[in-house]
């Protein structure tokens, strides 16, 4: 589960509904942004509020940067049938949210696609189904298939207990079974901020938690066990690829991502001293990294 490194918007940002052809999604949305638009789409279990360390300096380089809860995640909600949460289906909102974005703010050249874990099969999906509105694809910490068989195994421990229990009650459990549910953030100046930090952080990952629909949960879930290797199929579109990751990896192996960015001739970004969500993190380095590979891309 990605931890965000604080929860306040920085300024200029704006949390809103964007209205598209297949519903209003929940976005933070930076504005503006001359040199392009990034359209950020969070992993399994996460939300929009995992990207909101890369938001300032991205804005700061002249890109437009909206992140966005999927169906069935956090604020933007979804229905209780399992049909809604396939693959194809969520790949289809990334384009109605892209549609949505080019229409609103013109982004001549497509939109910067990303997608983090989860949100990388996704993201893929959607330019297999269709590259046009596209102008690149970047892959951070999300690799060619099914997650490893450590990770396997986590998800399917999580996709029996929710046969049995309520999300309220897994979260009980997970609390129990793992006294850190992410990383990093700069630390608070003192004891009692710290605290308040603390307090803040822990009822926002509850409330996030609870808040997902549960049959998101469970299909997206089976997805993570299942999908197969579609490297070369991307490979085949004329597309930039950006594949980054921290320096270690549980869910796809470091080396798993590195063999991948090989196959698609992307360019390779690893940013050190973090695990599965640079993003969160070091936000810093990892917002460096990406404005460096859109800002490329970018004419003039």
Not at 50 to 77: M, N, S
Request: net charge negative.
């Amino acid at each position: 589960m990605s931890k965000p490194p604080f929860l306040t918007l920085p300024d200029g940002v704006r949390a809103h509904r964007l209205v598209t052809s297949r519903g209003r999604f929940a976005v933070h949305d930076t504005g503006g942004g001359a040199a392009g638009t990034a359209l950020l789409l969070p992993g399994f279990t996460g939300s929009k509020e995992d990207f909101i360390g890369l938001l300032a300096p991205l804005a700061a380089a002249g890109l437009r940067v909206v992140a966005v809860d999927g169906r069935g995640q956090f604020e933007t909600g979804g229905p209780r049938e399992e049909s809604a949460y396939h693959l194809t289906e969520l790949a289809r909102d990334v384009h109605a949210v892209a549609a949505a974005l080019d229409a609103g703010a013109g982004t001549p050249g497509g939109v910067h696609l990303l997608g983090h874990s989860l949100g990388g099969l996704v993201a893929r999906t959607a330019v297999l189904q269709d590259a046009a509105p596209f102008a690149s694809l970047t892959l951070m910490s999300s690799g060619p298939g099914a997650v490893s068989d450590s990770q396997q195994e986590r998800v399917r421990l999580l996709l029996g207990a929710m046969e049995t229990m309520s999300l309220a009650a897994i979260w009980e459990v997970m609390q129990q079974l793992d006294q850190s549910v992410g990383s990093a953030g700069q630390a608070p100046y003192s004891p009692q901020e710290a605290a308040e930090t603390s307090a803040a952080m822990e009822e926002f990952l509850r409330r996030r938690w609870l808040s997902n629909v549960p049959e998101q949960l469970t299909v997206t879930g089976r997805h993570l066990l299942s999908e197969p290797d579609r490297v070369a199929e991307l490979a085949a579109l004329p597309l930039p690829f950006h594949v980054v990751s921290g320096s270690e990896d549980d869910a796809w192996p470091v080396p798993w991502l590195d063999a991948m960015a090989r196959r698609l001739g992307a360019r390779r970004t690893v940013v050190p001293g973090t695990g599965h969500s640079p993003n969160a993190e070091r936000p810093g380095a990892t917002a460096e990294a990406l404005a460096a590979f859109w800002l490329s891309l970018c004419p003039g």
